[in-house]
């Protein structure tokens, strides 16, 4: 089966620094991408990691271990704007789709 | 400009009727894929196709149908056998290459059961 875990709900404050873990489980695997969702809108697409180690995007970084099937979205420096639902998702190279994980959703506090 | 369209964005249905939502892209991709969002929830895969005139079952295909007969064109059906279709309805288009790695969205169509 294909299974995607990460954290329902995070808090943070206002110039903090956050970590979101995903983990998952496919029976092929083509990369873990990160999407940000504010409420009522569409996902837009955040970062993408096909091999290991740390990919940065500005504030926005991304993790990828394929040993652990582990990755994580850091963000630094957070902004009251990036109250949203984040999801992971991966590419299953068997069946040629996307997967989306249940998705975080991330709280900033002033 | 390229991107995804769908329409309408919000619609209502009556209980016992075929509706038919609408995804239209020029980005010239490949790969589609139509999901379901319940509120508070992540995105469940209903179906996807990589070419035209193929598709494919997702996770939760049942009381829904598409067709794709053209590149730029993958719409949706929500049937009269779903038995809970109010939600969130999202269509997205992709390439499918080794370097291809992003998914683009639509703004979603709201569909509510009256």
């Known amino acids: 089966g294909q299974s995607l875990e990460q954290p329902s709900e995070v808090t943070a404050v206002e110039g903090a620094i956050v970590q979101i873990n995903c983990t998952y489980q496919t029976s092929g695997f083509y990369g873990l991408s990160w999407y940000q969702q504010h409420d009522g809108g569409a996902p837009t697409f955040l970062s993408y990691n096909a091999l290991d180690g740390l990919e940065e995007t500005g504030r926005f970084s991304s993790f990828l271990s394929r040993s652990d099937s582990y990755g994580y979205l850091l963000l630094q420096e957070l902004q009251m704007k990036d109250s949203a639902s984040y999801f992971c998702a991966v590419r299953d190279t068997g069946g040629f789709k996307t997967i989306f994980g249940a998705g975080t959703r991330l709280f900033v506090k002033a | 400009d390229g991107g995804i369209t769908q329409s309408p964005k919000y619609l209502f249905r009556k209980e016992g009727q075929n509706v038919t939502l609408s995804c239209e892209q020029n980005?010239?991709?490949?790969?589609m894929y139509w999901y379901r969002q319940d509120p508070g929830q992540g995105l469940r895969l209903i179906y996807y196709?990589?070419?035209?005139?193929?598709?494919q079952k997702g996770d939760i295909a049942e009381g829904y149908s598409v067709s794709r007969e053209k590149k730029e064109s993958f719409p949706l059906t929500v049937t009269s056998a779903q038995k809970n279709p109010t939600a969130f309805y999202l269509c997205a288009s992709s390439q499918q290459g080794a370097g291809d790695t992003e998914a683009f969205f639509g703004q979603g169509t709201r569909l509510t059961v009256v």
């Open positions: 980005l010239n991709h490949d790969a």
């Open positions: 196709s990589q070419i035209v005139n193929d598709f």
